[in-house]
């Protein structure tokens, strides 16, 4: 659980790093960033700084600030309907790098290591390697997790419709929504 205070103090840092990858944001924008730190209270190292621009019933576009070897743990996004097969999202690399994990065979040295005492919960292990410029799209229910480089990333999100808290994670302590002290 984070303190309003604390809650700010990553807000603006979240800006600090938009800004370092020369992503213009409006003043309303600026407030509307959102500290994710995932109930474990371990924000720098499980945690995202999220600016959503749109979501709408058909798509979904965000800004995703990630403090140095900072991870977004490992979940996927299920069906939520027989017509809705869950969320596709794209990736695409702004600034630093990002380590994206998904099903397939391991990276025999993957270079992120997830946060201590939880190592249990990250159980795929392909790596792609995302450097500015680059992305990749993920299908409907895919597992996957990732984290940022060693300077941190900035990370564009390009999705169908976002229910975040519909996403399931394959750590049962996770809760998406951040709770304030």
């Known amino acids: 659980m984070l303190t309003k205070e604390q809650y700010e103090a990553y807000r603006q840092q979240a800006l600090g790093l938009y800004q370092k990858a020369n ?33 709408t019933d058909r798509c979904c576009a965000k800004e995703l600030a990630m403090w140095p070897r900072q991870t977004c743990p490992e979940h996927r996004h299920p069906p939520i309907s027989e017509q809705n097969p869950g969320k596709e999202e794209t990736f695409r690399c702004r600034w630093g790098k990002m380590y994206l994990y998904v099903p397939g065979e391991a990276a025999a040295q993957p270079k992120a290591t997830p946060p201590a005492g939880r190592e249990k919960t990250y159980t795929i292990w392909h790596e792609i390697e995302l450097n500015p410029g680059e992305q990749y799209t993920l299908s409907p229910n895919t597992l996957h997790w990732f984290q940022a480089g060693p300077e941190g990333a900035v990370v564009s999100e390009f999705s169908t419709r976002s229910l975040d808290e519909k996403d399931f994670f394959t750590d049962e302590e996770i809760a998406r929504i951040t709770k304030l002290a």
């Open 23 to 55: 992503i213009a944001l409006t003043d309303k924008e600026q407030h509307e960033i959102e500290i994710a730190d995932f109930g474990l209270g371990q924000f720098e190292q499980t945690g995202l700084g999220v600016l959503v621009y749109v979501n």
